[in-house]
């Protein structure tokens, strides 16, 4: 059964760097795209990147690029999404996702909440 | 960015009816587009893929349909537990973001 199972919530201050992760099991992990979508509580769904584990090889939405870092470690088939400097604006939940037939997301991790907040 | 619009952006509904979601893209996508569903406090469930390919587990009453840059949802007969938010996903775009539509929230009339 494929399954990704991401870490738990997160409560930071303004400026503080976090590394969330999603870890995949069930399928051969290194060979499917798995990807980051963001959605503020009350809002609808942000595509924000992808990874190819086999790889490593990352795609950034634009509008994200140089804000968060997309990385993934196929020894321990888990993939990770990174801040360096939080800000209020990053409070959201995060969901990672297996990329499957004509790129769709088929498999959706439980999802992550971060609360940004001094 | 290619942009998805979807509409309309909320719907009532009866159990029974059919609803049809449409959702246009700013370009050309061909068939990269897929469809999905969320329900309050849950993750999203791919539904249909490739516009018109019914994802493994999904009832038969939902269709998919289109290419290009027109798409439609179907939902033949409305069930109770299909009330929820569709969202749209094109996911042509290899150097942009794989952009959703907006959302489609069907409530109960």
């Known amino acids: 059964e494929v399954q990704l199972v991401q870490s738990g919530a997160e409560v930071k201050k303004p400026g503080e760097s976090l590394k969330i992760s999603c870890k995949g099991s069930?399928?051969?992990?290194?060979?499917?795209?798995i990807g980051w979508v963001r959605q503020v509580p009350g809002k609808g769904l942000e595509w924000m990147g992808i990874?190819?584990?086999?790889?490593?090889?990352?795609r950034y939405s634009p509008s994200l690029q140089g804000q968060v870092t997309i990385s993934a470690d196929k020894s321990t088939n888990t993939a990770y999404l990174q801040w360096s400097g939080l800000k209020a604006s990053d409070t959201a939940m995060y969901y990672c996702?297996?990329?499957?037939?004509?790129?769709?997301?088929?498999?959706w991790g439980q999802g992550t909440l971060v609360t940004v907040s001094s | 960015d290619i942009q998805m619009t979807q509409s309309p952006s909320s719907l009532s509904a009866s159990v029974g009816d059919r609803v049809t979601i449409t959702c246009r893209a700013s370009?050309?996508?061909?068939?990269?587009l897929s469809w999905y569903q969320q329900k309050p406090g849950k993750a999203p469930r791919l539904l249909i893929y490739?516009?018109?390919s019914l994802q493994s587990g999904v009832p038969s009453r939902f269709r998919g349909s289109g290419s290009g840059t027109d798409f439609t949802l179907t939902i033949s007969s409305l069930q109770p537990e299909d009330f929820a938010t569709y969202y749209c996903?094109?996911?042509?775009?290899?150097?942009?973001?794989?952009?959703f539509g907006q959302g489609t929230k069907v409530e109960i009339k």
């Open positions: 996702a297996r990329q499957g037939l004509r790129d769709a997301f088929d498999y």
């Open positions: 069930g399928y051969t992990f290194t060979t499917y795209w």
């Open positions: 990874i190819y584990p086999g790889d490593s090889h990352t």
């Open positions: 370009h050309n996508i061909t068939n990269y």
């Open positions: 490739g516009a018109s």
């Open positions: 996903q094109q996911s042509f775009s290899y150097s942009t973001a794989r952009t």
